[in-house]
């Protein structure tokens, strides 16, 4: 495999990680004005692309393929953890 196809296929994996990040943070701040504004645009996407990419890893090693439902359930379940974190919604 080149290195542009080696490339490519890491940017596919990352990919649905990388647009459930940016979607979470935009509804925040468009839904919880008031508990998204303080931090802003960058580290909470930041934050959420690294989580679902922890999940989307650990889904590829422990299902030993790519692209399973389960997998994206996990994608789904991190991200949505990682932005109640963020957001503090514990605190209501």
Known sequence: ??????????LNFAAP??????LLVLCGHV???NLAKPHGWIAPIAINFASGCL???A???LLGRDGRMLTYAALVLACASSQWLVLRGWRG
């Open 59 to 61: 889904g590829l090693v």
């Open 31 to 33: 839904f919880m004005r």
């Open 55 to 57: 999940a989307l890893g």
């Open 1 to 10: 495999m080149s290195a542009l196809a080696a490339l490519n296929h890491l």
């Open 17 to 22: 990680a990388a647009a459930l990040a940016v």
